[in-house]
């Protein structure tokens, strides 16, 4: 299984994120699977924002809850992510992470927030 996000690299304060994680060599509705997004701003650790599961349940951080949101497109295989408001303190690289405990990792995509 292999992950791909896409996305702005640059995305200006109080705007939205929007990042696109495409999936080959698997299907976003595999049983007992799970699709996340996990971000690691510079200098930190990895931070789990959310994710949705093959039923199509999704789960949120509490930290992000007011201004997140995960869906999928099954007819492209593909999940998504939008974070509204962002600040600067967004900047950090994302992953798209998918299978059974975490077990398929994109490479990540870096996103600057800044005017």
């Known amino acids: 299984v292999q992950l791909q996000e896409s996305g702005p690299g640059l995305v200006k304060p109080s705007q939205t994120l929007s990042l696109t994680c495409t999936v080959s060599?698997?299907?976003?509705?595999?049983?007992?699977?799970?699709w996340d997004w996990i971000r690691q701003p510079p200098g930190k650790g990895l931070e789990w924002m959310g994710a949705?599961?093959?039923?199509?349940?999704?789960f949120y951080s509490s930290s992000l809850k007011s201004r997140i949101t995960i869906a999928r497109d099954t007819s492209k295989n593909q999940f998504t992510l939008q974070l509204s408001s962002v600040t600067p303190e967004g900047t950090a690289v994302y992953y798209c992470?998918?299978?059974?405990?975490?077990?398929?990792w994109g490479q990540g995509t870096q996103v600057t927030v800044s005017s």
């Open positions: 949705i599961n093959t039923r199509g349940r999704i």
């Open positions: 060599g698997g299907s976003v509705t595999a049983t007992n699977y799970a």
């Open positions: 992470v998918g299978g059974e405990a975490y077990a398929y």
